[in-house]
């Protein structure tokens, strides 16, 4: 089967789980859709283990046929961090732009190294031999808060302004800093060369800032070939090509795809909907881009929960599973606490706030696309087979999984809580 025709055939399961959710589970649309497609690849792999029917190797056959992390990180990720730069508000992001960059930079840095070095520390208490290169690098792809998992969850919540502002702004900007901070402990791991101070630099600046510069002339390019066209259907057409063309031509130029695409997703949605489209396109937009968004996400979390079928788990694996998913949320409750305490000198914030930024920095595919670019081969326990690569995607695994399943699922009782603080009290400035 070719992979046009299992992508199509995906894509329908996952609009299948998604309708019969609406008709009986009420859950969130994607939350639905991972735990049925998990569900499913474990009643595969039960039903192998006992006999009852064997669709495990077909299964695991086509799902390995998607390159996920291809599929991902040069496939649909352009189209859904435009969508999310598209309903981001200047306004709320300038005034919290101190607070995002804090989040984005700094919180990251420390998670990662948090993570990196207590993780060392458990894997030489149970006799893993984890080097701490490799700790690190778990780390570094842990640590950013996925913006897909981020805007197809928590943002249709209706969180207070300033609480949601910051979780959906930190998401969609942490991508490029935790991606300098992967690549620098990856060539560290797996180089020939060591990095120096002046090309992590050199990269930061290439990557980051030529990111960021490049979405802004492709949204200017873009809002002037809108504001010339009074064509309903090509306004709408135009804006496919951001993050198809757009994408492409960012990796040939070896800066930051994502941060282009939500420069330029910022710069449509806050400037050529209210001064170059059309009333018609202009009522359209949101309609149209949500109709993508909800199609790619429904897509995306299936694989991610039908990614259980490429996993073969050893002991040492659950150990460390069970200890990556606490680890990570300590991690990210220490990072957020710590940015509040340099936050409430300036600003009073939500009583809620740390609590639900920590419960609500989810993690999905990004994640687990960066873990699947691990080099297979590093081996951990020989005798087991147990290398690397299957130690940090199996932890990564089970983070992505309580993220999505657990604190997806389970946000909305603290949302409704800081909902009931009165505004004036949440929202006051000092």
Known sequence: MSVYYTLCLLSAAAMLIAFINSKLGKMQTTIAITAGSMMLSLLIVVAGHNGWFDLTHIATKTIASID????????????????????????????????????????????????????????????????????????????????????????????????????????????????????????IAFGNEAPTAASISLFFIQEAFGGI?????????????????????????????????????????????PLAMVVSGIMIGNWTRYVGFSKESEDHLDHFWELVDEFLNGLLFLLIG????????????????????????????????????????????????????????????LALAMALSIPSGVWVIEDKMIDVKEIILVMTYAVVLFSILVQGSTITPMIEKAKLVEPEEAEHQT
């Open 213 to 257: 510069v490049y979405g802004a002339i492709l949204g200017l390019f873009f809002h002037y070939l809108i504001s010339a066209t009074n064509d309903h259907s090509m306004e709408l057409l135009l804006t496919i090509t951001i993050p198809t063309a757009g994408y492409v031509i960012a990796d040939f130029l070896h800066v930051s795809g």
């Open 68 to 187: 996920f992390e291809h599929f991902l990180l040069k496939g649909i990720l352009g189209f859904l961090l435009f969508a999310g730069g598209l309903g981001i508000k200047l306004p709320q992001l300038k005034d919290q732009k101190w607070e995002i960059t804090t989040l984005a930079l700094a919180a990251t840095l420390f998670s990662t190294l948090f993570i990196g070095f207590v993780l060392y520390g458990f894997c030489q208490i149970v006799g893993v031999n984890f080097g701490l290169i490799y700790c690190l690098l778990f780390g570094a792809l842990i640590s950013p808060t996925d913006p897909i998992a981020v805007l197809a969850i928590v943002k249709k919540l209706d969180a207070p302004k300033r609480i949601s502002t910051q979780i959906e702004g930190e998401s969609l900007f942490n991508d490029g800093f935790g991606l300098v901070i992967f690549v620098t402990l990856f060539s």
């Open 306 to 365: 039908m990614t259980l079928l490429l996993f073969e788990f050893h002991q040492e694996d659950w150990i460390l599973m069970a200890f990556a998913i606490p680890l990570v949320l300590f991690a990210r409750y220490l990072s957020v606490w710590l940015s509040y305490l340099g936050f409430a000198r300036f600003r009073r914030y939500n009583p809620h706030a740390v609590k639900i930024l920590t419960w609500g920095g989810l993690r999905g595919g």
